[in-house]
């Protein structure tokens, strides 16, 4: 499985943005596909998650209410629409998928297929 995030970029406080994760190969095997961000200095922490067969999603506490990640199917592409942003969501985002539902979805050890990140400044 090969993942392609883009749509990053530089937005002002209260702005939104959409990330975008393009999923090629087996992908007809993900379980689950989710983001991930990192800020500097900080871990790598859950964003959002999406399970390809139920399409039933997940969100952390930080972006519930603003954030929504969704799936088109035809293209196998995971979007993660931003709302509202702030400071705290600058970070480089990631994207991973997971073949199995071991380890749940929140964890990123879970995630086996991880894509190149993509930058997420948000300026005040």
């Known amino acids: 499985v090969q993942l392609q995030a883009s749509g990053g970029g530089l937005v002002q406080a209260g702005g939104s943005l959409r990330l975008s994760c393009a999923a090629s190969?087996?992908?007809?095997?993900?379980?689950?596909t989710a983001w991930f961000r990192q800020a500097p200095g900080k871990e790598r922490e859950f964003v959002a998650a999406?399970?390809?067969?139920?399409?039933?999603?997940e969100y952390a506490a930080s972006v519930s209410g603003r954030s929504t990640i969704s799936r088109d199917n035809a293209k196998n592409i995971v979007y993660l629409q931003m709302n509202s942003l702030n400071s705290e969501d600058t970070a480089v985002y990631y994207c991973?998928?997971?073949?199995?539902?071991?380890?749940?979805?929140?964890?990123?050890?879970?995630?086996?297929?991880w894509g190149r990140g993509t930058l997420v400044t948000v300026s005040s």
């Open positions: 991973a998928a997971t073949l199995t539902s071991v380890g749940g979805v929140y964890w990123s050890r879970s995630y086996a297929y």
């Open positions: 190969g087996l992908t007809f095997s993900i379980y689950a």
């Open positions: 999406i399970r390809w067969g139920s399409g039933s999603t």
